[in-house]
């Protein structure tokens, strides 16, 4: 099933609002990122890889209640992720994950609106990466 509004707004409930909230911003012209859906195969679901020009900013999947905004970095970006001005809880989970080969991992799980300022320093970090 396509993850149109309907079925986004009736998978996450209360969190649809921070997801619209979101959308809104980083499609703006602050940001330019151009979110798009597709079907994976390999994990069997629905995710929104959203992008800036040619580069993959995050990955967006949505969960039962809230939605997740997966973030992949090499190891000489991960100081610079820990520098950054975001909840400390995001940064400990970071530390903690194992890389998947090459790339250090940061997921920011979203529920509510005042989650989505965490959520825009990590785009402008990964944005300004080269």
Known sequence: VFPDEKVL?????????????????ITGPEYGLVPQWNYYKDGKAWLCKV???????FWLSVWNGYFKAGF???ERHC?????????????E???????????????ITITAKEQIKDLLVVIEYKKSLK
Request: charged share 25%; net charge positive; glycine share 8%.
């Open 93 to 107: 989970e970071f530390k903690s994950k194992k890389p998947f080969g090459t790339l250090f991992p940061l997921a």
């Open 9 to 25: 707004k009736g998978a996450m409930a209360q969190s649809y609002k921070a997801y619209t909230e979101m959308i809104k911003i």
């Open 72 to 74: 992949y970095f090499v």
């Open 79 to 91: 100081p610079g992720v820990l520098e950054l001005d975001i909840d400390k809880s995001i940064k």
């Open 51 to 57: 992008g800036y020009q040619k580069k993959t900013v």
